[in-house]
């Protein structure tokens, strides 16, 4: 790591002790995930360690969520957010402190918890950043409001949040920032100004057909293979009728009908999810779905058209160009050119940027690394990057060191941009 100029050394980076303490902390909320909108013992945690730092607490904003303000005198108010919440997935990871929770899912099924998406850290991060904040009034002026929100992996939580009044319950800020671990090299720090994470779209679709005994197709409308044919002509949809210089994303997650080998169901179910990064392509997208699987349903002689629901809508997350810059110039300040460096946009999904348009202020997102470089210097020269366990993945974990580290002098970094006088140029 370079050596940062003194507008930077105005917030120090976490203490040796800090961070042994936050490692611990780390390791408790992996151990304990807790499902979107369920995250009330997460919640608990951070709450607590808000009010030793002198935050004012507010808890439960939209359902489990968290804000704590700190007022330093006149300046900006920067929003700094992490999410709580953990995925329906077993964890392989073999790490000591492992998950072995479990738990129901928003679909009523009970599940396995674990935190591979990395939402532990994000958590950890910010509650390093609003220590080392709280403990250096004396360098920055402003307030500071730290949003723990739920519900991230769902699309829920930060709608929830802004529909229980968050833009008329707290102060207007001046940014919104936000962080995420991903599969680069442990310290790393990737950017883009201007659409950084793609528009996700979740559907549950039911498809009708006539029940019937196994010995007897002839009597059914047989929803199984209805569902087979337009999983794969699904297929069809990003081959040939996406442009090449566009692109987008159709998986289908789900496909369950039937109980018993010899007896055909009259429904087959079907989750799928779409991500695009333009407005035009995902109208597009959409339109294709529905067409294919009323045409299946159609040429099936089904009995009723598809029924559909919306499990979630994320939309694009676009960085503030003006705003990416200024955190930008904070990040190579800190951390040194070659440690932060532009990406491509990226095919996860967000519901972050819902805070910055609530408000209509300027959002900035970045991702830091968490593989051990080592592993992943590894992988790149055997042309394997794509083995290395990636966010979602069941033994997916980022390293702790330096990955903790790295997340809190980054949101340091880029909050005290709006926060310290003459950082932002110097």
């Not at 059914?220 to 949809?237: E, F, G, N, Y």
């Not at 109208?283 to 009995?303: D, Q």
């Not at 003006?322 to 190579?332: G, H």
Request: aromatic content about 6%; hydrophobic content about 45%; proline content about 5%.
């Amino acid at each position: 790591m370079t050596e940062r100029t003194d507008a930077a050394d105005a917030l120090p980076s976490p203490s040796g002790d800090l961070l042994a303490k936050l490692e611990e902390v780390y390791k408790d909320i992996h151990a304990h995930p807790e499902l979107s909108m369920q995250e009330h013992r997460t919640a608990g945690i951070v709450s607590a360690w808000l009010r030793e730092q002198g935050f004012r607490i507010t808890e439960g904003v939209g359902g489990t969520g968290v804000v704590g303000l700190l007022h330093n005198g006149n300046g900006a108010t920067v929003l700094m957010r992490a999410d709580m919440d953990a995925l329906p997935v077993r964890e392989s990871t073999g790490l000591p402190y492992a998950s072995r929770a479990s738990g129901t899912d928003r679909f009523g099924q009970a599940t396995s918890i674990a935190h591979s998406c990395g939402h532990d850290m994000h958590v950890t991060w910010l509650m390093g950043a609003t220590r080392v904040l709280a403990e250096n009034r004396d360098k920055w002026t402003g307030t500071v409001m730290a949003v723990f929100q739920p519900g991230e992996e769902v699309g829920q939580g930060a709608r929830a949040m802004i529909a229980d009044g968050m833009v008329t319950r707290f102060p207007k800020p001046d940014v919104t920032l936000g962080q995420h671990v991903v599969p680069l090299r442990a310290g790393e720090i990737g950017w883009r100004s201007g659409i950084m994470l793609s528009a996700g779209d979740s559907w549950e679709v039911t498809l009708f057909g006539r029940g019937a005994h196994g010995s007897m197709p002839q009597r059914s409308v047989d929803p199984i293979v209805m569902a087979a044919s337009a999983v794969l002509r699904l297929q069809t949809v990003v081959s040939r009728e996406v442009a090449m210089t566009d692109s987008a994303v159709v998986t289908v997650g789900t496909l369950r009908a039937g109980m018993n080998e010899n007896v055909i169901p009259d429904q087959a179910l079907l989750r799928l999810n779409v991500r695009t990064f333009k407005d035009n392509v995902r109208t597009r997208v959409l339109a294709a779905i529905k067409r294919i699987l009323e045409a299946e349903a159609a040429a099936s002689g089904a009995p009723k058209p598809p029924d559909y629901s919306v499990i979630s809508e994320f939309p694009l997350t676009r960085n503030n160009e003006a705003a990416t810059q200024k955190v930008v110039a904070a990040l190579k300040r800190h951390f040194g050119e070659d440690k932060v460096r532009e990406i491509e946009p990226v095919t996860a999904s967000e519901d972050f940027g819902l805070f910055g348009t609530a408000w209509n202020v300027p959002s900035v997102f970045w991702v830091i690394g968490g593989i051990d470089p080592d592993r992943y210097n590894v992988a790149e020269r055997a042309g394997k990057l794509d083995e290395i366990p990636a966010n979602h993945a069941p033994d997916f974990a980022p390293v702790i060191n330096p990955t903790l580290r790295a997340g809190i002098e980054a949101m340091l970094a880029a909050a005290g941009a709006w926060l310290i006088d003459g950082y932002a140029a110097a």
